[in-house]
């Protein structure tokens, strides 16, 4: 009775600590597109200025010509290095953007491993309690890609327990 008792007190920490870790994950995807939001804005507020400033320029430009080319080709200038500046505000989104999907990733992963604990507990009591037979490990690992949520996770279990079947190639859209 007391190793139920240990192995139920070890579920609920695992899943208290997972629990902590995916609520974690989740604080911090929502700081992290918080952020996003507000550097979207300032990019559609800085190609806003662009866009007016290329208006003012076009007419600019006939007036310009007549008085000093000189000057007109510095205006030109400027307003490349305004796009330059949206090239960078767009460069640091693409890493936020990684991370993102990184923690995603991370997050599902988290959840599937509190949800393979429960199939691995009833395996394992299924063992200790003589109800084993041949197809134990085959239906053990079904199970488990059940629970599954990613290629990845089900390829890792296909490795470790043979005779599960391939997964199917999915169609390109």
């Known amino acids: 009775m007391q190793e139920a008792e240990l192995f139920k007190s070890f579920r ?24 996003i939001d507000i550097l979207l804005k300032d ?34 200038k400027s307003l490349a290095s305004l796009s330059r500046e949206n090239s960078e505000i767009d460069s640091y989104i693409q890493p936020i953007m990684e991370a993102l999907q990184f923690q995603d990733r991370f997050r599902q992963n988290l959840e599937n491993v ?23 490990l085959l239906d053990f690992g079904k199970a488990l890609m059940a629970k599954t949520t990613m290629k990845r996770e089900r390829d890792i279990i296909r490795a470790e327990i043979e005779g599960l079947e391939p997964e199917a190639e999915a169609a390109r859209v």
Do not use: H, P
Not at 55 to 70: G, I, N, P, R, V
Not at 114 to 136: F, L, P, Y
């Open 114 to 136: 509190v949800k393979m604990i429960d199939v691995w507990q009833k395996a394992r009591s299924a063992m200790d309690e003589g109800k084993s037979s041949s197809d134990t």
């Open 43 to 76: 990019i559609s507020r800085v190609s806003a200025m662009s866009s007016e400033s290329l208006k003012a320029l076009e007419s600019l430009q006939t007036m310009l010509s007549k008085f000093d080319k000189k000057n007109y080709q510095q205006l030109q």
């Open 12 to 35: 609920d920490f695992t899943e208290s600590s997972l629990n902590w870790c995916v609520k974690e994950a989740e604080e911090g995807t929502t700081r992290v597109t918080n952020a």
